[in-house]
């Protein structure tokens, strides 16, 4: 287990990263292109992390805050098939996705040049840009942004990890005992609320760029404006005679790996599991008819469902003021 990420530490860290990647003013074009809307990509480069989890660390250091703090005990679900889902007694893990960690380190042991070598691989939500996890949200709580962010929004997910079935690598994370379905419909309704990367919206709407970015040491993540990101990965492949994942993966993403070796060959080595995401090859997940149709109905529905969560919502914080 890795000691808890100091302030020193992450501002030392914050210098170094933020001195490597102002050199190509990627920061500068990420922060112009925020404010015009324009969508924002993420270049991670697999060759350069070196697994030393500062990423992890600094996520959960700057977003502790909306980590959820579930009410005890837990309301009786029924049926009793359903299952609690209570991470809050394991916050420290990083060894997988978790509601109180979006971020955190694959490792793949490949060959490469007929050499053993093992890669360390920085997973998280992969902001899809025609995610289905905001497209088929029955309660509008998953949300995309202009700038190509999907963000879950605590204040009305019912946790009916919708979001994580139809996620083509099952990212988003529940958290039993939290949210409104504790005053709506406590036995019934969706069991918590869901989690996962919000790529640090709240830090980027101010112009400035997500944690794991700006700690990183060794300079793994490029942020900027899509179109200039995915020219960036396809010139580094080519350099590497890489690979890229992401550009094509259930319709394309906001992010970008760059590999020097195949990703099955990584997804064959990189351990997978619940919270676990994979690095198979994705189809287009709402390029079917029947997730189109779907989306169409869903749409209006979540739409009036979510203002009347919304206007719930917010009426309770009133009442609580």
């Not at 962010?149 to 019912?158: H, K, P, V």
């Not at 309704?189 to 869901?194: L, Q, Y």
Request: proline share 7%; glycine share 8%.
């Amino acid at each position: 287990m890795r000691p808890e990420i100091t302030r020193r530490a992450f501002l030392k860290g914050s210098v170094i990263a933020a001195c490597s990647i102002a050199s190509t003013s990627s920061v500068a074009r990420a922060a112009a292109a925020i404010k015009t809307g324009e969508p924002i990509a993420t270049l991670i480069d697999i060759s350069r992390c070196t697994g030393c989890e500062e990423c992890v660390h600094a996520c959960k250091e700057v977003n502790a805050d909306k980590y959820p703090k579930p009410a005890k005990p837990f309301p009786k679900m029924y049926p009793k098939s359903v299952k609690v889902e209570d991470w809050s007694d394991k916050t420290d893990a990083t060894e997988r996705l978790t509601p109180y960690n979006w971020l955190y380190i694959q490792s793949a042991t490949v060959d490469i040049n007929g050499e053993k070598k093992e890669l360390t691989i920085p997973r998280r939500c992969m902001h899809c840009t025609n995610p289905p996890c905001v497209k088929l949200c029955p309660w509008g709580a998953s949300i995309q942004l202009d700038n190509g962010i999907s963000r879950i929004d605590s204040d009305i997910c019912l946790g009916g990890a919708k979001c994580q079935t139809v996620c083509p690598w099952l990212i988003p994370q529940r958290q039993t005992g939290v949210g409104l379905y504790l005053d709506i419909l406590p036995a019934f309704a969706g069991n918590g609320v869901m989690y996962k990367c919000d790529r640090c919206y709240n830090r980027m709407a101010r112009g400035e760029i997500p944690a794991c970015i700006k700690i990183c040491p060794e300079n793994v993540q490029t942020i900027g404006p899509r179109d200039e990101i995915l020219k960036q990965a396809h010139d580094l492949a080519a350099s590497m005679n890489g690979y890229i994942y992401g550009e094509k993966e259930n319709g394309g993403t906001n992010t970008f790996y760059v590999s020097p070796v195949p990703f099955d060959k990584l997804n064959e080595s990189i351990e997978k599991g619940k919270g676990q995401p994979h690095l198979a090859s994705v189809e287009n997940s709402m390029a079917t008819g029947d997730k189109l149709a779907m989306a169409m109905l869903v749409a209006p529905v979540a739409g009036v469902m979510g203002a009347a969560v919304r206007f719930y919502s917010m009426s309770k914080k009133r009442m609580i003021k």
